[in-house]
């Protein structure tokens, strides 16, 4: 197979960004509409019907032009005279790309990135959209809602210290997120979060001094303080305008509270900036390096350098021991072509990490020098930031929203040579009573989307290096060693039960132990 590049003919001249094209369907491969990023206001929307040997612009609409981000054309499989143009909106076309009208999107831009028309059916379609997928039965008059999906694009994520703590985070084109880790009526609802403040890249993070206050940086520069008591936002950014001030600011501004004193606040621009005062005053004082601090040694520390924009996706990570004079990377276990975005040390466990990557959540038990896997059950999505809150893991995914692995502490007993060893049963971390479920109200159905709780009762992990043969038993005993009940692998007797007047979905069954080879978690 060889290819021709077409050029001249009615094209732009120069060179071009990025382009879509779409070829119609029942035309031999005659009619080909092409959209193009080109500078000096030359791209748009490009037609031909002669298979690509001339072209014509065929529209002069300034919003139908290709862009770095949203390059795209598609064609109605029925007929070719009907285009669309995802971006900011969605364009249609009824002329053949004369004239473009926008059918769907909101003021502030959806960000409109694939379309999918149903080959045999042209009034099914279906959007790819930073906020997941929308679907329409009736040729794009009325469309399904994205909320019922679990595809929130998270940047970063940071927690509060209260319990149960809530999670932070700033999402793609659908504002930032505070919300719980346990809900009080047996699951995660849509009532136990709320937008925290405008933008949609940076970093949200809470006041270490007050819970209900949290901060946000935008981007462009904005920087805001809510206070969820008043619900007041103010404004603290460090520029009244971000356009020709003395500051750059990347689009995902780094933004960090200072963990030996909780009133100092710094800001990422090509300064560190800092504020002692919530905001209303700032002072510069260096440059910027993203570093990990260790927890335990003072002149340790980590780095995650992601160079995809270079064409490298080979993951990097990089260790100094020496005050930064030295580094050593240490990226052994991790996939090849898996670049690394995110490293995070323990703060219990000396030389305990977890490292963030485009594919999934790595864990490394001796300092870096290897690394294995901790995707577990979480969908491959890349992960953007991580934090540890309260012996949970939280992980700020790009499409998948945010995910929680609770009760990091078996991962703190476990060195290296763990496997290889016998039975273990692994200490449980420290049990919080907490009710199952406050709801006095009729609970949602299970087709609302909702966030499962963490386990109500206390966690015991233990692993099994083959499976037994007989029966395994746990004892649970009090301070003196007096039996206070105990657990089994046996099969639990059947008890006559009474036929159920709801869904058996509702209805939760005790289970026994596991005694199948490998890792279990009994609640």
């Known amino acids: 197979m060889t290819w021709t590049q077409i050029t001249g003919h009615g094209l732009p001249e120069g060179d071009w960004g990025r382009a ?18 080109a500078k000096e206001k030359k791209g748009g929307v490009f037609r031909s019907d002669d298979a690509g040997t001339t072209w014509k612009k065929a529209t002069e609409d300034q919003r139908i032009s290709g862009s770095g981000n949203m390059s795209e054309i598609f064609m109605d499989p029925k007929n070719a ?22 059918i769907k999107g909101a003021p502030g831009g959806d960000d409109y990135h694939f379309v999918w028309i149903d080959p045999t059916n042209s009034q099914r379609i279906m959007l790819g959209v930073d906020q997941g997928a929308t679907i329409s039965l009736n040729g794009g008059e009325s469309w399904s809602t994205w909320y019922k999906q679990p595809t929130g694009e998270f940047y970063r994520v940071a927690t509060d210290h209260r319990f149960p703590y809530w999670v932070y985070g700033p999402q793609q084109d659908s504002g930032t997120a505070g919300i719980a880790s346990r809900g009080n009526n047996g699951q995660i609802t849509e009532h136990d979060w709320y937008p925290v403040a405008p933008g949609e890249s940076g970093y949200t993070i809470p006041d270490p001094l007050d819970p209900d206050v949290v901060y946000n940086a935008g981007p462009g520069g904005s920087v805001v303080r809510l206070s969820k008591t008043t619900g007041q936002v103010r404004d603290i950014s460090p520029a009244a305008v971000s356009f020709g001030s003395k500051y750059r600011f990347d689009w995902t501004i780094p933004m960090a509270f200072s963990p030996q004193d909780p009133h100092l606040l710094y800001l990422g621009t090509q300064f560190l900036l800092k504020t002692s005062d919530g905001g209303t005053s700032v002072s510069e004082w260096s440059t910027v390096s993203i570093v990990e601090a260790s927890h335990f040694d003072a002149g340790t520390a980590y780095a995650a350098v992601n160079r995809n924009n270079h064409d490298d996706l080979k993951p990097h990570i990089f260790r100094t021991r020496d005050f930064g004079q030295t580094w050593q990377e240490m990226v052994r276990g991790i996939r090849e072509r898996d670049f690394v975005r995110t490293v995070r040390e323990d703060p219990l466990r000396k030389g305990l990490l977890y490292a963030g990557t485009e594919m999934g959540v790595y864990v490394s038990f001796d300092d870096g020098e290897h690394c294995q896997s901790l995707r577990l059950n979480m969908p491959m ?10 012996d949970d893991l939280i992980a700020a995914t790009y499409g998948r929203a945010f995910w929680i692995l609770d009760d990091v502490s078996p991962l703190r007993q476990l060195d290296a040579h763990s496997a290889s060893a016998g039975v273990r049963l692994f200490a449980p971390r420290t049990a919080i009573r907490v009710r199952r479920d406050e709801n006095q109200d009729t609970p949602l159905p ?10 109500d009762g206390a966690v015991l992990n233990y692993f099994l290096p083959a499976k037994p043969a ?3 038993q746990v004892e649970i005993r009090d301070a003196e060693g007096r039996l206070v009940h105990s657990y089994s692998s046996e099969p639990l007797p059947k008890e006559p039960e ?9 209805i939760a069954h005790p289970q026994p132990l596991s005694k199948e080879v490998g890792m279990h978690r009994f609640v």
Request: hydrophobic share 40%.
């Open 20 to 37: 879509g094209v779409a070829v119609a369907p029942g035309k031999h491969g005659q009619r080909v509409y092409l959209i193009v990023e």
């Open 81 to 102: 005279d009907i285009v669309y143009v995802p971006s900011q909106n969605l364009y249609r076309s009824n002329d053949g790309g004369h004239t473009f009208r926008a």
């Open 381 to 390: 999505v890349a992960i953007h930031d991580l934090a540890i809150e309260q």
């Open 446 to 455: 299970p087709e609302v989307p909702a966030g499962k709780n963490p386990p």
């Open 470 to 472: 007989a029966d395994i």
């Open 498 to 506: 009474e036929v159920p007047y709801v869904a058996e979905y509702w």
